[in-house]
């Protein structure tokens, strides 16, 4: 600084972090960074629990049945989709609530209630019957679950295979080769499941 220049001419370093602090509220430059960081952890970690869900909602799946990794997976992008936009943040207050209300749908209630709803009964006694099948087999020491193991097993518990005769569906179907038609009550015809055994003793339920 020049000794002829008066002291007052040059502003203190206060009076430039006041000045600093005032165009910064009038800006909102750091607000809406903070905001944006904030909102970005947020978005972050709402993906990552997304991910987490998806994945132990799909192996909580009994192995036997179709976990639909396709339709699992498509939805997983779809929140995503939505954590992407609540990690934006700009535009219209009613963008991030969507974000939201999509994350939990397909990131939270689809991924479990498809878990939930995969062992219907007819399901679940098509694995009971494929687990009774499998011991009958293994303890006659064979290497593969034949038509009348699973058909003995089925019966035991008060089931058939094979769609059920009537006078309008005379053939019977899916009661001689894989996939069997397995039915929960010897006497009902739908609903039920289709039961196959892969490579031997792997069994393989699915709805049909």
Not at 13 to 37: D, E, N, Q, W
Not at 181 to 188: D, F, L, N, P
Request: proline share 5%; glycine share 8%.
């Amino acid at each position: 600084m020049p000794a002829s220049w008066p002291a007052a001419a040059y502003p203190s370093v206060a009076a430039l972090r006041m000045t600093g602090y005032f165009l910064s509220l009038c800006t909102g430059a750091p607000i809406v960074s903070g905001m944006k960081s904030v909102a970005g952890v947020r978005a972050g970690v709402a993906a990552v629990v997304c991910v987490v869900i998806a994945l132990v909602a799909a192996l909580a799946v009994d192995g036997r049945l179709d976990r639909h990794w396709i339709l699992r997976g498509l939805t997983l992008v779809l929140a995503l989709g939505c954590a992407a936009v609540l990690w934006n943040g700009d535009g219209r207050k009613a963008r991030p609530i969507i974000a939201v209300v999509g994350m939990a749908m397909f990131g939270l209630v689809f991924p479990l209630s498809s878990t939930s709803w995969s062992q219907p009964p007819e399901i679940e006694f098509a694995l009971a019957v494929a687990d009774d099948a499998k011991a009958a087999a293994q303890k006659q020491a064979s290497s593969a679950v034949t038509v009348a193991d699973v058909k003995a097993a089925a019966e035991a518990r008060g089931g058939a295979i094979g769609s059920l005769k009537t006078d309008r569906s005379p053939t019977v179907r899916g009661a001689d080769a894989y996939p069997l038609i397995v039915r929960a009550k010897a006497a009902q015809g739908r609903p039920w499941a289709c039961l196959s055994f892969e490579y031997g003793l792997n069994a393989k339920v699915r709805s049909c």
